[in-house]
């Protein structure tokens, strides 16, 4: 089994608002990573996190904030966003996130419209 | 730093026949790891295939094989017998082996339409 699942699938907040994304896995993965993808074009990595420590910060505003509460729940709580923050949100896991076992496994992911 | 590029943004395919998507990347390391995700219109990516840098032997995964040339720095998809599921973004994307090297790196994708 490699699901990933991702709630809210459909997210419409103002700029004033506080929203949180959530993303679950149940396969044991220790590597958890939240990407943001704009209509036609590829994912753009945001966060890593690696046995639910942050190692990668790809300068993302801190208007995001990330969170993995244990090894298999990732959130990201979003707060006083920009309209051009609107975009689809995507989650992924992969066992490590080194050596062979590093394959990424996606999420469904949450389209965001900040209006 | 690598980069992956996909020369074509867009592809079609007659349902049946056999279509080849095009991946070369830059990368001064020996061992790395390749693929491609398909992300249909429901915007989920999906594995399709993996390639392990130090194995000589090209993947296969049931219609969809690559051809892995290491000295060229190629990676491409060939898809056989195309479906009308197969319509979708398909991204090639590079991974280093070195720890602490997280980033999938992608190209900019092709868009394949399978005409009935």
């Known amino acids: 089994d490699t699901e990933v699942t991702q709630t809210p699938k459909h997210l419409v907040m103002g700029m004033t608002n506080k929203k949180s994304l959530k993303c679950e896995q149940h396969?044991?993965?220790?590597?958890m990573y939240w990407y943001k993808q704009k209509a036609k074009k590829p994912p753009e990595l945001m966060f890593v996190?690696?046995?639910?420590?942050?190692?990668i910060n790809e300068s993302v505003p801190s208007r995001f904030s990330p969170e993995c509460p244990n090894s298999s729940l990732l959130n990201l709580h979003l707060h006083a966003l920009q309209p051009e923050d609107s975009a689809l949100y995507l989650c992924?896991?992969?066992?490590?996130?080194?050596?062979?076992?590093?394959?990424?496994?996606f999420g469904p992911g949450t389209r965001l419209l900040v209006l | 730093a690598q980069t992956v590029t996909q020369s074509q943004p867009e592809m079609s395919v007659q349902e049946a026949e056999t279509v080849t998507l095009s991946c070369t990347y830059d990368?001064?390391?020996?061992?790395?790891?390749l693929f491609w995700y398909k992300q249909p219109p429901s915007r989920q990516m999906i594995l399709v295939i993996r390639?392990?840098?130090?194995?000589?032997q090209n993947a296969t995964e049931n219609r969809f094989s690559v051809n892995f040339q290491k000295a060229a720095k190629s990676f491409s998809l060939k898809i056989s017998d195309s479906q009308l599921g197969d319509a979708a973004m398909y991204f090639c994307?590079?991974?280093?082996?070195?720890?602490?090297?997280?980033?999938?790196?992608f190209g900019k994708g092709t868009k394949l339409t399978v005409n009935p």
């Open positions: 992924a896991s992969s066992l490590r996130t080194s050596g062979a076992q590093e394959t990424q496994y």
């Open positions: 396969m044991g993965h220790r590597a």
């Open positions: 996190y690696s046995y639910e420590k942050l190692s």
């Open positions: 990368t001064s390391e020996s061992d790395y790891y």
């Open positions: 390639q392990e840098a130090y194995k000589q």
């Open positions: 994307a590079y991974r280093s082996s070195q720890g602490g090297s997280e980033k999938l790196v």
